[in-house]
């Protein structure tokens, strides 16, 4: 064990005691106020309902009781604020800094108990996602509470919750020096273990490299989950939208015992002959094709027995023509059995994704009356805006979905779904998604304003979502196409409230032209000659990595595009920069949608816009937030070097109303919230717990813990 280096940051208020045992339709996790789970509860709400001593009329009482920082956990750790901590019998744990070091901490005083760090390996260095690390998993396992985290080099770790270290007699020796003979599995040969280029390969497996830069990479970004003594675990890959080649291994969900480390199942992402949707990859790219990672966190519903995972898209996400078909299982929410690895049910939100649609939130798992039928529902987010309620034990839709007609692709050779799935109810985050930028939709607070908008739109042709990137060149009496996105990402997830099965999602607008695609005739301009010798890869400094062996037939090109044209600074459409809205799911209706934080300057003393009463369009920083008792905690990230402060410059904590998003109370805080949040009792003082941190302000991110004056 060694002395800590510190970690991602992360703001703890403390309240004072009063919790009961779990709500009514809440997951378990919350239990004697723990937080055992990223999201609080298996169900991922990232709310504590029944921590109610917090109130409005004691919220401005908070105060900085002890801060715990992070800048010594390595370069960039003030980027790497995503881990939310889980909570256990009066420890936080978390990860942090790209080397996703695994910190435990004293809840009371801030002290780090121990740190774990993985021994350095060339796989860690090609790795893509070291700033992406999302937290830990926790369990307790004959009697002893156990940590589990992916890392980077995409092993499984199982650590001793008291002493950091790793458990003994669980996993199996990984061939490395600078391992631990016990406490660690390599996940890769499971993985690799059944796919046809591997088996095809016929070298030896190296454990220092991972898989063959050749046929691909993995890592991991999510942590894992535990479910009835299942670890499942889920991986990741470089970004598809920065991937060129056609070639990688796919990321497989793979289950573990818990207790021993042995491998129980895995779950073909990409279904081989004779699984359940091999027929929707065509052209036999399923022998291929890979990724399919799992950003997001997942949920679990342990007395049904399933995991609930999402999914993104395979290989070269820009094009698709090397994998045409609807390319299941990509771009679903999917239901595992957790014994087994079996489908259950899945949803495919999207098909073909072309347009960075990978879907960012973990499912919510919430209990709903849907006219007067009581409904075990799962509740997912995208980042277009739309919102799909289903029911999580059969994965029905709860009110209808239909497929809409939407813009196929003009690239030859390339794969577009002629339709796409629009839920019925609830009703997007931003209506703007239906139909683009429509009358009602333009900057036309002025006359002028209004002209210069239908003048520049008249070179575009405009639509809503999944607007594929045209041909370079092409012969089309307009620009460029126009797509507009209305949701959410994975910085500012939504949460929801099982007492009442309000949801509470933060949303912003985009408008922009996707830019075009060109042949490349095989050649990778950007990245140079595809297969670097294992001698060539040790030595080199750190960097994306190019993997496979086949250029895609198309990639990003022409003149430079992405953003349409404003009016001398002004958008040509009415911005929502951040706003915050809130569903009834029982119903499926929108309660309040207000705007978050101030509108920036720019837009609100442009000469154009002198003397015009013009709406709030909110701030540029994301919304965070979380339920505690009856408060709808909030506060807004630093995006742009712009948050929401008071008349001192600070940033502020606020305690809305859950029903109408009114502001009770506030109070000021050290730096910006970021990502997240959480709540725990200790000690009879129950705390939130918020990831903060900026590096546009130079603050590293943090853990600031507040609680009520004594």
């Known amino acids: 064990m060694k002395r800590p280096r510190l970690v991602s940051g992360i703001l703890a208020l403390a309240v004072l005691p009063g919790l009961a045992s779990r709500g009514a339709g809440q997951q378990p996790g919350l239990e004697n106020g723990e937080w055992r789970y990223l999201g609080g509860d298996a169900g991922n709400t990232r709310s504590a309902p ?22 010594n956990f390595g370069p960039g750790v003030e980027y790497t604020v995503r881990a939310t901590p889980v909570f256990v019998d009066g420890v936080l744990y978390t ?16 002290e780090t108990l121990w740190t774990f760090r993985e021994p350095e390996t060339m796989r860690y260095l090609r790795s893509p996602r070291t700033d992406f690390g999302k937290g830990v998993a926790y369990a307790e396992v004959n009697g002893r509470g156990v940590v589990y985290v992916t890392s980077p080099a995409f092993f499984l770790w199982a650590l001793d919750a008291r002493t950091g270290r790793p458990l003994e007699d669980w996993g199996a020796p990984v061939g490395l020096d600078a391992f631990s003979e016990t406490g660690v599995v390599d996940l890769i040969p499971d993985l690799m273990a059944d796919w046809e280029p591997w088996l095809e390969w016929n070298e030896p497996y190296d454990a220092d490299l991972g898989v063959p830069q050749r046929l691909g990479m993995v890592t991991s970004s999510a942590p894992p989950i535990v479910v009835n003594g299942v670890v499942v675990v889920l991986s990741g890959h470089e970004p598809s939208y920065d991937q060129t080649r056609i070639e990688n291994v796919p990321g497989d969900i793979m ?6 480390g042995a491998h129980l199942w895995k779950f073909h992402v990409i279904p081989r002959p004779g699984e ?6 065509e052209n036999d790219a399923w022998r291929w094709s890979g990724d399919m990672s799992q950003w997001a966190p997942a949920s679990a519903d342990p007395a049904l027995g399933l995991v609930y995972v999402v999914t993104n898209a395979s290989t070269v996400q820009s094009y698709t ?15 595992l059995d957790v014994e087994t690895g079996r489908r259950r049910w899945h949803y495919q939100i999207h098909r073909s994704d072309q347009w960075n649609y990978d879907i960012p939130t973990a499912p919510i798992l919430l209990d709903l009356t849907v006219e007067g039928r009581s409904i075990p529902a799962l509740i997912q987010n995208t980042k277009q805006g739309l919102i799909f309620a289903l029911d999580r034990e059969t994965g029905e839709p709860i009110w209808p979905i239909e497929d809409r007609a939407v813009f196929e692709t003009q690239v030859p050779g390339n794969y577009t779904a002629a339709t796409q799935p629009y839920p019925s109810r609830p009703a997007p985050l931003d209506p703007i998604v239906w139909d683009g930028i429509t009358e009602a939709f333009l900057f036309d607070y002025t006359p002028v304003l209004k002209e210069r908008a239908e003048e520049i739109l008249s070179e575009f042709r405009v639509g809503g979502l999944y607007v594929p990137p045209l041909p370079w060149p092409h012969d089309n009496d307009y620009v460029n196409v126009v797509g507009c996105l209305g949701g959410l990402n994975i910085y ?15 949303h912003n607008r985009s408008c922009s032209a996707p830019g075009y695609l060109a042949p490349t005739n095989g050649i990778d301009e950007e990245r140079g000659l595809p297969g670097l010798s294992a001698e060539a890869w040790r030595g080199r400094e750190r960097h994306t990595p190019t993997t496979g062996t086949t250029v895609a037939a198309w990639a990003p090109g022409g003149p430079a595009t992405g953003g349409l044209p404003s009016i001398d600074g002004l958008p040509v459409y009415k911005p929502l920069f951040q706003g915050l809205a809130a569903y009834d799911m029982n119903t499926g209706e929108r309660l309040w949608d207000i705007p978050i934080g101030r509108t920036p300057e720019r837009i609100r003393n442009h000469p154009l816009l002198e003397g015009v009463d013009v709406p709030e369009f909110g701030g540029t920083g994301h919304s965070i937030q979380m339920v505690v008792g009856d ?8 995006l742009r070097g712009e948050t929401e402060t008071n008349e001192n410059g600070m940033p ?17 805080i050290p730096v910006p919230g970021q990502y997240g949040m959480m709540t725990y009792m200790h000690d009879g003082r129950p705390y939130i717990v918020v990831q903060s941190g900026s590096a546009r302000r130079g603050q590293p991110g943090a853990l600031v813990a507040l609680t009520l004056r004594d």
């Open 321 to 335: 023509g090397h994998r045409p078909g609807d390319n299941l299982i990509g771009g679903s929410v999917l239901a």
């Open 95 to 110: 990860v942090a800094g790209q080397r996703r070091q695994v910190v435990a901490i004293d809840a009371g005083t801030g």
């Open 50 to 71: 029944l921590l109610d001593r917090i109130d409005a009329s004691n919220f401005s009482d908070l105060a900085v009781a002890w801060t715990w920082r992070g800048d």
């Open 631 to 638: 408060l709808l905690v909030q506060t807004t990230e630093d």
């Open 492 to 506: 500012h997830p939504p949460i929801a409230d099982p007492t009442t099965g309000i949801m509470y999602a933060p």
């Open 255 to 260: 289950g573990y015992d818990a207790a021993t």
């Open 276 to 281: 359940f949707g091999h027929e929707t990859w």
């Open 652 to 668: 502020m904590l606020h305690a809305r109303d859950k029903r109408t998003g009114e502001i009770l109370a506030s109070v000021e």
